[in-house]
């Protein structure tokens, strides 16, 4: 009853949860958020950059140990209506939309119909899979409702803009958003008075002093560089569990650039004023002294119907040519085929020649290997760093943090059959 419902005040900024980091690069950092910075940061978000209020229909597929989850709760303090999905996202509809194809993994598109979403939030990945698995929403499903598709979790390829509006629907807001656990919110998202460009994510947070510098602390445009947030905001965490000194948290944000947030992603600002995340600062490539962001690969790779999931990491040579630690890097690129392919001869061709031709010289791996499985996190995330320090028989710091540390055997036997 209401008259029962007992609020007890609080302090703006009393601890509100505790979050995990999901693991992909290092040990998980256990953050502790605030309240008031927390609901802030939200709805600003959710209101204003998502356009967010009594009248929509807010989904997102998310785990509670996302922090996509409090996000998406978050969506009732501003009005709406959340709807909650538990279940397997890539199951096939009971009955299926399609009868000439029963077993179509569209779920979560019927879920969309059926609950008539105007926002519909999923992974980067998951729009990959929908792509490749054929899934065209526009012709079997009814989302006259839905106004915006949000992805998160990996940088956005340009053809996952171009599946989304070609299969998907012509006329939606496709906001690319990143930020993090960390945060528990984000550095760059969607903005509703903007155009959306491929690839792109279209702008910063309001309140957030967002720069890509480079070597000297300049500021960059047109040209890739750390991902930094030069003034505080709302949601930056209290601290961590068991940092008394903060010198843990102070280590993880601010001593590698100070007097700045430094977030940790390789990040580029385009003429447009859009934004391009690259992938991880800590996971970039630098074979010949030219450094490159795993997802200028990624964005290749994945556009083989062959390929469900890639890994791309720096593979340290010495001057004989062996795998061990030494003077210079190559590009290792390891891939995760359909059931029944075989990355033979002219599959590696034609991923080295797309590479190289949509990308640079630079960019081509000089090993492709087709393994069955690959690193990640609990959330899903493809553990770059995992992987790199496999193959180097070195220890695995986030080895917890993963949902399949057993195939890190296949990565460490590499080592062996290849030298050093």
Not at 166 to 177: F, G, P, T, Y
Request: charged share 20%.
């Amino acid at each position: 009853k209401e008259s029962d419902l007992v609020f007890e005040p609080m302090p703006f900024q009393h601890p509100l949860a505790i979050l995990y980091s999901s693991g992909t690069t290092g040990l998980p950092k256990c953050i502790v958020h605030g309240a008031g910075g927390t609901l802030l940061q939200h709805l600003k978000e959710l209101v204003l950059h998502t356009d967010i209020g009594p009248n929509d229909r807010f989904f997102y597929y998310t785990t509670c140990g996302w922090m996509m989850w409090n996000w998406l709760v978050s969506g009732l303090a501003a009005g709406a209506t959340v709807v909650l999905y538990s279940g397997a996202p890539h199951a096939p509809s009971s009955p299926p939309k399609d009868p000439t194809r029963p077993d179509q993994p569209d779920m979560l598109w019927t879920l969309a119909e059926a609950e008539e979403l105007t926002v519909f939030g999923c992974s980067a990945k998951y729009l990959a899979l929908m792509e490749k698995e054929g899934v065209k929403p526009r012709k079997s499903h009814d989302l006259s409702q839905l106004r915006t598709v949000l992805s998160t979790g990996s940088p956005l390829p340009p053809q996952s803009f171009e599946y989304v509006y070609r299969d998907v629907k012509e006329d939606v807001q496709l906001a690319s958003i990143s930020g993090g656990t960390d945060i528990i919110s984000c550095f760059v998202l969607g903005i509703p008075t903007r155009p959306v460009h491929s690839g792109e994510i279209q702008g910063p947070g309001l309140g957030m002093a967002m720069e890509v510098q480079g070597p000297s602390r300049e500021r960059l445009t047109g040209s890739a560089g750390e991902l930094v947030c030069t003034k505080p905001f709302p949601s930056m965490p209290l601290y961590f569990w068991d940092d008394p000194d903060q010198s843990r948290y102070r280590a993880a944000y601010f001593e590698a650039i100070p007097g700045v947030w430094r977030h940790g992603d390789w990040a580029e600002e385009t003429a447009s004023g859009g934004w391009v995340i690259h992938g991880r600062s800590d996971a970039t490539l630098n074979p010949g002294g030219v450094r490159i962001g795993t997802a200028e690969i990624y964005r290749q790779v994945e556009a083989f119907d062959e390929i469900l999931e890639a890994v791309a990491v720096a593979w340290e040579v010495a001057t004989d040519g062996t795998h061990v630690s030494g003077v210079d890097t190559e590009i290792a690129l390891f891939v995760r085929l359909r059931p029944g392919e075989i990355l033979d001869e002219q599959l590696t061709h034609r991923v080295r020649a797309r590479i190289r031709r949509e990308a640079s010289p630079h960019h081509v791996p000089k090993t492709v290997v087709q393994v069955e499985d690959i690193p990640r996190t609990v959330s899903g995330k493809v553990s770059e760093i995992a992987v790199r320090e496999a193959i180097h028989g070195r220890p695995v710091l986030n080895h917890d943090a993963l949902a399949n540390p057993e195939c890190l055997g296949i990565f460490r036997a590499l080592r062996t059959s290849r030298g050093g």
